[in-house]
């Protein structure tokens, strides 16, 4: 299983972004889909998650600003990112927990990150 990430890149304050990372591979089922970012010097920290059945979580800094979204269908999760800030720069992970055809569950399988940068 592979997950690639896209839609990162270089935006003015106050603009927008949207990501999305697409899993492939042997998937039977694509069980909690999140995204996580990660700033320079700091730890890894939950940006937003996604449940099969569609309930949500976000980290309070970005309630209000971001959606995450998922399309069980094509095995993707996006976030839409508006009003970014600079505190917002990061490198953003996509993850995931999924099961395969032999029943399996797999729990917090990462994509490669993708840059995102705001500038002031």
């Known amino acids: 299983v592979q997950l690639q990430a896209s839609g990162g890149g270089l935006v003015q304050a106050g603009g927008s972004l949207r990501l999305s990372c697409a899993a492939s591979g042997s998937i039977f089922s694509m069980d909690r889909m999140g995204w996580y970012r990660q700033a320079p010097g700091k730890q890894r920290e939950l940006v937003a998650t996604i449940t099969s059945g569609g309930s949500t979580n976000y980290a309070d800094s970005v309630k209000g600003r971001f959606t995450i979204s998922r399309d069980s269908a094509k095995n993707t999760v996006s976030l839409q990112m508006n009003s970014l800030q600079p505190e917002d720069t990061a490198v953003y992970y996509c993850?995931?927990?999924?099961?395969?055809?032999?029943?399996?569950?797999?729990?917090?399988?990462w994509g490669q990150g993708t840059q995102v940068t705001v500038s002031s």
């Open positions: 993850n995931l927990d999924w099961t395969s055809y032999s029943g399996i569950l797999y729990r917090n399988y």
